[in-house]
């Protein structure tokens, strides 16, 4: 059984609730990441990604330069443990369409980070896994066409 302490990436980049967006985005924009870990001290309290900045942060057309990552930030993040099996959580990464996951003790305490990536380029043995995965993971969501959505183009826009 290969556990998620074999494949994870240790010492990620936290930030704190009351950084702002710009400050998160700056830093996914150096690490060349898509998500950063949001953490009061070193306990986990959410995550942020690159798409919560734009659809909840722009799309709320707030002030952005100090809008706060508990804005955008998702609270409620599934969570690995370093010596859960590997294929459990990769069946979780796929049942949730989420292709990261933190890692925390049992204090819930940060200490890595496990992405599809880490998983293939760590385990190369699992790589029909990653492939069905990333597929379950990929399955393009349904759009809203209730026509009850606030997007609208150029020329719908009456103003």
Do not use: F, W, Y
Not at 52 to 79: F, N, P, W, Y
Not at 86 to 93: G, P, R, W, Y
Not at 124 to 151: F, K, N, T, Y
């Amino acid at each position: 059984m290969t556990t998620v302490a074999e494949v994870m990436t240790r010492d990620v980049r936290t930030m704190r609730p009351d950084d702002t967006v710009v400050q998160a985005a700056q830093a996914m924009d150096e690490l060349n990441v898509g998500v950063i870990p949001v953490c009061e001290g070193d306990r986990l309290v959410g995550m942020v990604t690159d798409r919560d900045i734009v659809v909840r942060g722009v799309a709320q057309e707030g002030e952005i330069r100090s809008m706060k990552l508990t804005e955008v930030m998702s609270a409620h993040v599934r969570c690995a443990h370093e010596g859960d099996d590997l294929d459990q959580v990769l069946s979780e990464m796929a049942d949730a369409q989420i292709r990261r996951m933190p890692v925390v003790d049992g204090e819930d305490r940060i200490v890595g980070i496990v992405s599809l990536g880490d998983i293939a380029a760590k385990n190369p043995d699992d790589e029909v896994d990653v492939a069905m995965s990333l597929g379950d993971i990929s399955s393009p969501a349904e759009p809203d066409r209730s026509g009850s959505g606030q997007a609208q183009s150029p020329a719908q826009n009456p103003h």
